[in-house]
């Protein structure tokens, strides 16, 4: 027995790592920070320190830019000599693309092993940072992280992490006003991320299909009452329904903003008031149309029982990935409620562009 953290818990604190603006460090040599919390400090010693520093984007934020890609889904930018932190922060956020959109010319390499780099990508996006990350590369990873006191990680672990297991922590009675029979279930991750909620109304019998909501967290839409979305209306109408059915299940997935986060979330709506739609807006940002993870709320489901679904969505896409976890949709329930005059282009997006039946 070691009191010492595995992989799983050293992933945990990578992200917490980033978060807080300290570096992390790969096997393969690559030392890297988050440029969302890079502080002029550590920006002043990468520069000592790193010949050339690199500045990995995603593919979409490099293609905003005009940079070219070599690696398909990602590019590795050489920070020029002289660049200011503020230039690399005009790289990774494009707040100011409009006002300054001459960023280049950027080089990018085209050379070299792109893995550990889209490993760090993939760190920053799991801490809901924006994802861009500056690195430099040391021939003694082991030596430089215990130096340093940083946490070494191994490139293929980042890569290819597997979905963390949910463990249900507790339940209670909880009345709402859509049913007082109702119960709250928390879930949590392994991995020390976000929990999750599955509220059930009434009693579901367990070998019938279950009326189902897969609904992503929505605090400006669900608490605020936003009318830049429809999520509200649909959450309120979701349990609704299912008090009047009787039973039901509604899933309250910690995904805010299709799973950026809710600050990557506002920089979108940021995006959209300079005339950019939706998928846009998250694109220029350097995200998928969507990075949400649907097997969270199939391996929920299936903990809880249930292995059939009448499920209440107007995303198919939503279904087929339900499916593809092992559980039958053996209907989608439309959900057609919330437009408003503020969404209406919004919705108009998503049925254009994600596919959504609206």
């Not at 209306?233 to 039973?247: C, F, K, V």
């Given at each position: 027995?070691?009191?010492?953290?595995?992989?799983?818990?050293?992933?945990?604190?990578?992200?917490?790592?980033?978060?807080?603006?300290?570096?992390?460090?790969?096997?393969?040599?690559?030392?890297?920070?988050?440029v969302e919390?890079?502080?002029?400090?550590?920006?002043?010693?990468?520069?000592?320190?790193?010949?050339?520093?690199?500045?990995?984007?995603?593919?979409?934020?490099?293609?905003?830019?005009?940079?070219?890609?070599?690696?398909?889904?990602?590019?590795?930018?050489?920070?020029?000599?002289?660049?200011?932190?503020?230039?690399?922060?005009?790289?990774?956020?494009?707040?100011?693309?409009?006002?300054?959109?001459?960023?280049?010319?950027?080089?990018?390499?085209?050379?070299?092993?792109?893995?550990?780099?889209?490993?760090?990508?993939?760190?920053?996006?799991?801490?809901?940072?924006?994802?861009?990350?500056?690195?430099?590369?040391?021939?003694?990873?082991?030596?430089?992280?215990?130096?340093?006191?940083?946490?070494?990680?191994?490139?293929?672990?980042?890569?290819?992490?597997?979905?963390?297991?949910?463990?249900?922590?507790?339940?209670?009675?909880?009345?709402?006003?859509?049913?007082?029979?109702?119960?709250?279930?928390?879930?949590?991750?392994?991995?020390?991320?976000?929990?999750?909620?599955?509220?059930?109304?009434?009693?579901?019998?367990?070998?019938?299909?279950?009326?189902?909501?897969?609904?992503?967290?929505?605090?400006t839409g669900?608490?605020?009452?936003?009318?830049?979305?429809?999520?509200?209306?649909?959450?309120?109408?979701?349990?609704?329904?299912?008090?009047?059915?009787?039973?039901?299940?509604?899933?309250?997935?910690?995904?805010?903003?299709?799973?950026?986060?809710?600050?990557?979330?506002?920089?979108?709506?940021?995006?959209?008031?300079?005339?950019?739609?939706?998928?846009?807006?998250?694109?220029?940002?350097?995200?998928?149309?969507?990075?949400?993870?649907?097997?969270?709320?199939?391996?929920?489901?299936?903990?809880?029982?249930?292995?059939?679904?009448?499920?209440?969505?107007?995303?198919?896409?939503?279904?087929?990935?339900?499916?593809?976890?092992g559980l039958?949709?053996?209907?989608?329930?439309?959900?057609?409620?919330?437009?408003?005059?503020?969404?209406?282009?919004?919705?108009?997006?998503?049925?254009?562009?994600?596919?959504?039946?609206?």
């Amino acid at each position: 027995m070691s009191f010492a953290p595995d992989l799983t818990e050293r992933i945990a604190r990578a992200r917490a790592d980033l978060r807080m603006g300290v570096p992390v460090v790969l096997e393969d040599g690559l030392v890297f920070l988050a440029v969302e919390t890079l502080s002029q400090a550590r920006f002043d010693e990468l520069s000592k320190e790193a010949d050339p520093m690199v500045l990995s984007i995603t593919g979409w934020r490099a293609e905003t830019l005009k940079a070219r890609i070599y690696d398909k889904d990602i590019a590795r930018v050489e920070v020029p000599s002289g660049a200011t932190l503020a230039w690399v922060h005009s790289i990774a956020d494009p707040a100011d693309d409009l006002n300054h959109p001459m960023k280049g010319p950027l080089k990018t390499q085209r050379d070299g092993a792109a893995g550990p780099h889209r490993a760090a990508i993939a760190l920053a996006k799991s801490a809901r940072l924006l994802p861009a990350v500056i690195s430099m590369t040391t021939e003694n990873p082991y030596g430089f992280a215990l130096a340093h006191n940083l946490t070494l990680l191994p490139t293929n672990a980042v890569i290819t992490a597997e979905l963390s297991a949910m463990n249900q922590i507790i339940h209670a009675k909880l009345p709402t006003e859509a049913s007082d029979e109702g119960r709250l279930h928390i879930f949590r991750p392994d991995d020390g991320g976000e929990e999750h909620y599955a509220m059930e109304f009434g009693h579901p019998d367990r070998s019938e299909p279950v009326l189902a909501r897969l609904h992503s967290a929505c605090f400006t839409g669900d608490v605020l009452g936003s009318l830049k979305c429809d999520c509200g209306p649909q959450l309120r109408s979701a349990m609704a329904h299912m008090g009047q059915e009787g039973s039901g299940v509604l899933l309250y997935l910690n995904q805010e903003g299709r799973g950026i986060g809710l600050a990557n979330k506002m920089r979108a709506y940021s995006l959209q008031d300079q005339g950019f739609d939706t998928v846009e807006a998250n694109h220029r940002l350097g995200f998928e149309d969507d990075e949400r993870d649907f097997r969270i709320g199939g391996d929920i489901l299936k903990q809880m029982g249930f292995s059939k679904v009448r499920l209440l969505t107007n995303n198919p896409a939503k279904v087929a990935r339900l499916q593809n976890c092992g559980l039958e949709v053996v209907e989608r329930v439309p959900l057609k409620v919330g437009k408003t005059a503020f969404n209406a282009n919004y919705l108009a997006t998503k049925a254009k562009k994600s596919g959504h039946l609206l």
